[in-house]
């Protein structure tokens, strides 16, 4: 099962893209990618998921380079409520042998004004 | 609001005692997560239950056991508590489909075990 590395922490400025990269180098041909939000006292929320190239939707992009061991999400003009814990997750959802994930410790992403 | 819901959202027990954790899952989702979140830290994934089956498990011992019911409810039962079960308890539904897998998370159960 694929191990994920993240930095830790970020910090950014309201309006600024953020890019969060993730290291997955033992990722699997099945495994999916996906990037979740979780703030304090709350559950992860889905932000988007991918398995290769680029993948877009109304609040992130995804960029999946053709290797597959990282991977990077992208948010655009981040404001304070973005400020959150980011998880990069690797698991294989087409459940072949049994369903197992992984996620990551997570990047702290701190937006100031 | 992600239409999962879990109960109770705080729990006390002691060492050695058993707890039964309870989750309903998004209408139409016909899988179920179940996951412990250790303060500061990320969630461990302990099982899934696909259709009433186990359907993958990580690290956890046998004493971490679950349950899915046909309305694709679920509980999660904890044996014989230790002192490093205190965590938040989360569960998550998903309707499996090639390809796409999103999972939509409960509040959690905040458990402590003295």
């Known amino acids: 099962l694929a191990k994920t590395t993240q930095p830790i922490s970020m910090d950014s400025y309201e309006g600024q893209e953020v890019n969060i990269t993730c290291s997955h180098n033992?990722?699997?041909?099945?495994?999916?990618i996906t990037w979740y939000q979780q703030f304090p006292s709350q559950g992860p929320r889905f932000i988007i998921q991918?398995?290769?190239t680029k993948v877009t939707n109304e609040v992130a992009s995804l960029f999946i380079p053709a290797d597959r061991k990282s991977s990077t999400l992208s948010l655009p003009r981040v404001s304070l409520s973005d400020t959150a814990v980011y998880y990069c997750?690797?698991?294989?959802?087409?459940?072949?042998?049994?369903?197992?994930?992984?996620f990551g410790a997570g990047t702290r992403l701190f937006v100031k004004a | 609001e992600t239409g999962v819901t879990q109960s109770p959202t705080h729990l006390i027990k002691t060492r050695g005692q058993q707890v039964t954790l309870r989750c309903s899952s998004q209408?139409?989702?016909?899988?179920v997560s179940w996951y412990q979140q250790a303060l500061g830290q990320g969630p461990q994934f302990i099982f899934q239950?696909?259709?009433?089956?186990?359907?993958g498990r990580g690290n956890f011992p046998p004493r971490f056991s679950g349950l899915q019911f046909p309305n694709y409810s679920s509980e999660l039962n904890v044996n014989a508590l230790e002192l490093d079960d205190s965590a938040l308890y989360l569960c998550?539904?998903?309707?499996?489909?090639?390809?796409?897998?999103?999972?939509?998370f409960g509040p959690g159960t905040r458990l402590t075990v003295l």
């Open positions: 998550a539904s998903s309707l499996v489909s090639e390809g796409y897998n999103e999972q939509f």
């Open positions: 991918g398995y290769k």
């Open positions: 209408s139409g989702h016909n899988t």
């Open positions: 239950y696909y259709r009433e089956e186990e359907n």
């Open positions: 997750l690797v698991g294989d959802f087409l459940n072949t042998g049994g369903f197992k994930t992984i």
């Open positions: 033992n990722i699997a041909t099945n495994d999916y």
